[in-house]
Every structure is written in structure tokens, then in C-alpha cells.
Nanobody, 123 residues
């Protein structure tokens, strides 16, 4: 069974930090790139960041560059998204998704999805 489970979401004040985790099971982590996507109320799901299957490369949406960092620990089958200097605009449901083999910013290109974790940035 292929499964992705997000955790770490919650309520945080603007300027604060949060680390999200994506635990994968049922497939070899080294075969899949993992992307983080988010969806704010009333908006389309958008790509936030993606890390290659090996962890050797990554990319970020312009809106989060310099603030978010993606990483992975294939031995633990886990991908992380460290979010710093959070803004109200970062609020939304964050999803991790897997794609064989290379990164993609497109929702339609992803093969497997987690159910999401809610991040709320508010004072």
C-alpha cells in the first residue's frame, strides 16, 4: 500500500516557524521525488517546494524562497518542510505528494497524495 501522511500543522503567529513532516510508506523513497503543495480557501492548489528522489536537489516557489527549506531522510522515509518567517498568506492546507521520478510543480503530474495538514498563520 502506497501512503503519505503529513503532520506538524497548527496555529502559528506571523513571523513564527513550523516544521511539517511527510511520512511515506509502501514504496522506496529513493525512487520518488516529493513535493509540497498548499491550498488556501477559495484558491487552487499550488506547488510550494519539491525535493529530488536522492535529496540532491530542490526547488521552491518564488513566494517561499528564502523562508522555507525542504529536506528528506530516506532512511526514515520522511520528507520535511521547515517554514520560517511565516506570513498570513501562507495559511492553507499543506499536502505532500510523490512523483516517479522527477520533480514537478504541477498538481496533475503527481502520482500519490497525502490527506493534508492545516497551517494557520494568524495573530
Amino acid at each position: 500500500q502506497l501512503q503519505l501522511v503529513e503532520s506538524g500543522g497548527g496555529l502559528v503567529q506571523p513571523g513564527g516557524s513550523l516544521r511539517l513532516s511527510c511520512a511515506a510508506s509502501g514504496f522506496r523513497s529513493g525512487d520518488y521525488s516529493i513535493g509540497w503543495f498548499r491550498q488556501a480557501p477559495g484558491k487552487e492548489r499550488e506547488g510550494v517546494s519539491c525535493i529530488s528522489s536522492s535529496g540532491g536537489s530542490s526547488n521552491y516557489a518564488d513566494s517561499v524562497k528564502g523562508r522555507f527549506t525542504i529536506s528528506r531522510d530516506n532512511a526514515k522515509n520522511t520528507v520535511y518542510l521547515q517554514m520560517n518567517s511565516l506570513k498570513a498568506e501562507d495559511t492553507g492546507v499543506y499536502y505532500c505528494a510523490a512523483r516517479y521520478y522527477t520533480c514537478s510543480e504541477y498538481v496533475s503530474a503527481m502520482n500519490y497524495w497525502g490527506k493534508g495538514t492545516l497551517v494557520t498563520v494568524s495573530s
